[in-house]
């Protein structure tokens, strides 16, 4: 969500030119890693704190509090060359899991499937093994199949995936360039295959959406309550739909 | 009064080329402190089994480095497969072939070569080498053990070019004319004159090399793909492979400071270090036998 979070900062910034605002990325767990060290005034993640983590910060006396500001969904992409059109979230655990090694298996070419993930320090490499690869089911242990290959970055995950027929990937709806071919998903194999977007993601509709969380250290005050505000505004939430996002309510 | 100046100055210097030459140990002792401070918790807390395993996922506790250290081997392996036979044979060609003109131009872009930032050659290998060798070994990915191979062949080649040079240019001249005199052709001075005098210094180039090639992070971290397979035949070098520079860079980053992912990335450090010391000793080793050589030729 660093994107979301520059363009923010940037248009804060000229409406209020007062303001100084400063943003690094490197992933939801560098984010609150900072806030639990307390060097960041906001850490933004795109998955909720893990309980080790609000306690470690409490024990730095720091007290995190939780905003969701925009709503996120993970688009299953393909290369344009894959006539593959439609998964449901059991196949594309399957997938991950390493369960299907060949895309005839699933009704496309004879190809072998190349998965590819972000690295395991981005919140939605976390988000996609616990809400797709384990079906939300707490006790499900599958890993990421071994050969699944971690890249550093967004941009790599859609240039693999726009060069390769074999790849498959997941990433944020709002990085999806148009020379990548989205997958339709399911919930299941009677359900309705649902691309995704913003008006399926606020009916509920899309199977793989989250939110999106920015962490103040206690009740937010002062400067930084003003800037929370501004994001929950018409202003800010334009920008969440402009990035590809889904606005929050 | 001048000479006691003199002597005043010449202390200081002293002192200063003393502190110098006793920092960079110093450096290095506290860099190995640090690192085996921060890496050894480690060993107490994952069993040995565990550690020496073949599955690398720290964020659910799985933590065996086997795959990165021969992730690490097959890339430096195949870098060195890449780099030797490139580098010496430049090597050879710039000091005992090229004519003049030649020799000005490649030297200077042999350099060159080794100041290209590790990035740009990633970002290179990402955009054209990678889908090429996809397209032509028809591989499943063009991220792939082979990709960094090459390209870290790339980032060796300099090094092993001009201290092999060096080597070569520091055989005598009467080496050579002394050969031709016997009758022996110029490719045979070549290759059994010249090059086994300059042995020694050609194998420190080669250690110095693919010392470079174990360390480097940012190219292996853009193509190989980093996925942590278990390398087990001679099919993984067209694979995807994890190497334990790029597990630290893309997992330093996150790590909550303390945690024993933490300590698990600095013992990782520490196994890196220990290959690049191996590789100096070796390389330091044969330079110091070449030194032995030369005495008994002075003899």
Redesign the interface.
């Known amino acids: 969500m660093v994107n979301l979070a520059l363009y923010w900062a940037e248009e804060y910034q000229q409406e209020y030119p007062d303001a100084r605002i400063s943003v690094t990325g490197g992933g939801s767990g560098t984010g609150i890693t900072a806030m639990i060290s307390n060097t960041v005034d906001i850490a933004n993640a795109s998955r909720a704190i893990k309980p080790e983590e609000r306690e470690q910060a409490l024990v730095n006396g720091v007290e995190p509090v939780e905003h969701v500001v925009a709503r996120d969904a993970i688009a299953v992409i393909v290369n344009p060359e894959n006539p593959v059109r439609q998964l449901t979230l059991q196949q594309v655990s399957d997938i991950y899991a390493g369960k299907f090694e060949n895309w005839k298996e699933l009704g496309g070419d004879d190809r072998p499937i190349v998965r590819l993930s972000r690295e395991t320090n981005s919140g939605t490499h976390v988000y996609f093994l616990e809400s797709v690869i384990r079906l939300g089911n707490k006790d499900n242990k599958t890993l990421f199949s071994r050969n699944t290959l971690l890249l550093p970055s967004s941009e790599g995950i859609i240039a693999e995936v726009r060069d390769n027929p074999n790849a498959i990937g997941y990433d944020g709806l709002g990085y999806v360039t148009p020379d990548v071919r989205v997958v339709a998903i399911s919930q299941g194999a009677a359900n309705d295959y649902i691309m995704p977007s913003v008006k399926t993601v606020n009916e509920n509709l899309y199977p793989i959406a989250r939110d999106l969380y920015m962490y103040t250290n206690g009740e937010p005050q002062g400067l930084i309550a003003e800037y929370l505000n501004w994001i929950h505004s018409p202003a800010g939430q334009q920008i969440v739909e402009e990035l590809g996002f889904v606005p929050v309510d | 009064m001048s000479a006691n100046k003199l002597k005043f100055s010449e202390k200081i210097i002293t002192r200063g080329i003393q502190f110098s030459g006793l920092s960079s140990i110093v450096f290095v002792l506290m860099i190995l402190y640090f690192l085996v401070a921060q890496g050894l918790p480690v060993l107490s807390e994952v069993p040995l089994r565990d550690l020496f395993s073949t599955?690398w996922?720290?964020?659910?506790g799985?933590y065996g480095i086997l795959p990165l250290i021969l992730g690490s081997l097959v890339v430096t392996v195949g870098a060195s497969l890449v780099a030797v036979p490139m580098g010496v044979l430049t090597a050879i060609y710039i000091a005992e072939i090229a004519p003049g003109w030649a020799k000005e131009i490649l030297k200077p872009l042999v350099e060159l070569l080794a100041g290209l930032p590790s990035v740009v050659l990633g970002f290179l290998g990402?955009l054209i080498l990678s889908?090429f060798l996809?397209d032509t070994l028809h591989l499943?990915?063009?991220?792939t053990a082979l990709t960094g191979a090459l390209l870290l062949g790339m980032i060796a080649v300099p090094t092993i070019v001009s201290i092999s040079e060096d080597a070569l240019n520091n055989v005598p001249e009467t080496y050579r004319t002394g050969s031709l005199a016997l009758g022996v052709t110029r490719w045979q001075t070549i290759w059994g004159v010249t090059v086994p005098a300059a042995r020694s210094g050609i194998l420190t180039a080669i250690m110095l090399g693919v010392g470079r090639t174990i360390g480097e992070t940012m190219t292996v971290?853009?193509v190989t793909?980093?996925?942590?397979?278990?390398p087990d035949s001679f099919r993984v070098l067209f694979?995807?492979i994890?190497t334990m520079t790029a597990t630290i860079a893309?997992?330093m980053?996150?790590?909550?400071?303390g945690s024993l992912h933490y300590s698990m990335l600095f013992f990782i450090a520490v196994v890196l270090f220990l290959f690049t010391l191996a590789v100096n000793i070796a390389a330091s080793k044969i330079s110091s036998r070449q030194l032995k050589r030369s005495e008994r030729i002075l003899s």
């Not at chain 2, 499943?140 to 991220?143: E, F």
């Open positions: 599955r996922y720290p964020i659910e799985y990402i889908p996809r499943p990915t063009g991220l971290m853009m793909g980093n996925a942590p397979v278990m694979m995807p994890r893309s997992e980053g996150e790590v909550a400071a």
